[in-house]
């Protein structure tokens, strides 16, 4: 018998419902950053310095097209969510459908771009040149695979809208063993290097995404939907896109400020550049907690403005930020006082240790900070107010976060400590803009 495969988030407890929907998330996203880790960790091991460079260069550019893509796929989640907690369950098919439509073009595009120029982005990147030919190699094979990238990253999109969390937690959980299994036999097996991790990590993706298309299958979904759904609908498009656009270019514009640090980093001497790479691969964990509620409120709020339940969002916001706040405080505890015992997880360079664990104290400070913006972030949301969570983005990385890391690099004794405060001080900047556009901007929904 088929299985429904909808979670109620507009009745109930709404702590109760808030947790059992975000921690499946919150072990999604885990196991999603183990991607990045292993691919790393392994190549480190059994393949040369010039691989790992070839991944880590590599795997930072896909970082942000999976970021942009995952941007973008916003605008299905909270149109889905808005037409499920309306009770429109056809106009929800039909948002679902031209979704897949738009993410049909965009992963032609990107592979159009990515495959045949991957030398190109290799040279705009600062590959090394001992690890050029890797880096492009990593980039090539991963373009091949944006299909699988995209058509993954939508379909968890839907699960969200409909309140399943669990069964993209199923998925990406065979595909990050597939992954982690897959670099053991292509680089330490095989020896293939960064061409080995990068075919492991579209396999498992391509792998993911057969599994949820066979639990689809299996299980029965809240509206109606056949191939025929899939078409561009001309209001479907512009209401996903109003939604998803703000949140890509605020994903890509942010990810811009965090290269002006790491060139700025570069200039200050090869253990600090590592230092720095190496702290942000931790700092992803850091900050899983805060993630997961940013794309559970979201959710959980698209839903409940849908049905008109707008003091049921507001509880789940403070709700979020309460328990988001005690998950920062035990993580800034461990990034501050044991960040060397992290960071030795990625580097055995004691140099690399030292400098990594300066700049994690000073993020030690912004796992508060985002317990309490990105709680803010998923919240407007599912609001369908991308727009301004778009420009308090911009805000804090242009206004905030790379004037601060300039000043700071001219200081006369600088350290990655006080690099690291520019994230801190933007996160205060762009919470303060939050808490003005809460109080001032009413919940806005999108409107099927």
């Known amino acids: 018998m088929n299985k429904r495969i909808e979670q109620n988030l507009v009745q109930g407890n709404i702590f109760r419902t808030l947790i059992s929907f975000a921690v499946p998330v919150l072990l999604a996203l885990f196991l999603q950053a183990m991607y990045g880790a292993a691919d790393l960790i392994i190549v480190g091991q059994f ?27 916003m605008g299905v989640t909270v149109f889905v969510g808005e037409a499920i907690g309306s009770g429109k369950r056809e106009q929800a098919s039909q948002g679902v459908g031209c979704g897949i439509a738009i993410f049909a073009v965009v992963a032609i595009l990107v592979t159009a771009v990515v495959v045949p120029f991957s030398d190109q982005l290799a040279i705009w990147m600062h590959a090394p040149a001992q690890a050029f030919t890797q880096t492009s190699h990593y980039v090539r094979i991963c373009g091949i695979g944006t299909v699988f990238i995209t058509a993954y990253n939508v379909i968890g999109a839907v699960f969200r809208g409909i309140g399943d969390s669990k069964t993209p937690l199923f998925t990406v959980s065979i595909a990050c063993v597939i992954n982690i299994l897959g670099d053991l036999l292509l680089v330490a097996v095989f020896h293939m290097g960064a061409a080995g991790a990068a075919i492991a990590t579209v396999t498992a993706q391509a792998v993911s995404v057969a599994c949820s298309l066979f639990l689809i299958r299996k299980k029965t979904l809240p509206f109606a939907f056949s191939l025929r759904c899939i078409r561009f609908e001309t209001h479907c498009i512009k209401r996903i896109l109003r939604i998803g656009i703000p949140i890509a270019l605020q994903e890509l514009l942010v990810q811009f400020s965090f290269l002006f ?42 839903q409940n403005n849908g049905a008109g339940q707008w003091e049921r969002s507001r509880q789940a916001l403070f709700y979020g930020i309460k328990t988001a706040l005690v998950a920062g405080a035990v993580m800034g505890t461990l990034a501050f006082f044991g960040g060397s015992i992290l960071s030795s997880i990625f580097s055995n360079e004691p140099l690399v240790i030292d400098n990594a664990h300066a700049y994690l104290k000073a993020y030690a400070i912004d796992c508060l900070l985002t317990a309490v913006l990105f709680c803010f972030v998923g919240y407007f949301n599912g609001c369908g107010r991308t727009a301004f969570v778009m420009v308090q983005g911009v ?44 109080q001032a901007l009413p919940p806005k929904t999108v409107r099927c």
């Open 47 to 73: 393949a040369g310095t010039n691989e790992q460079s070839g991944v880590a260069s590599g795997s930072q550019l896909f970082n942000m097209v999976t970021m942009v893509i995952t941007g973008l796929t």
């Open 261 to 302: 640090i790491q060139v700025v980093v570069n200039g200050m001497g090869v253990a600090q550049s590592a230092a720095v790479g190496v702290a942000e691969k931790v700092c992803v964990f850091l900050m899983l907690v805060a993630s997961a509620y940013m794309q559970s409120i979201s959710a959980f709020v698209a």
């Open 395 to 438: 805000v804090g990385a242009f206004c905030v976060r790379i004037p601060v890391v300039f000043l700071m690099s001219h200081l006369e004794y600088v350290t990655l400590f006080h690099i690291g405060l520019g994230t801190p001080i933007s996160s205060v900047a762009q919470i303060i803009l939050c808490v003005i556009a809460f």
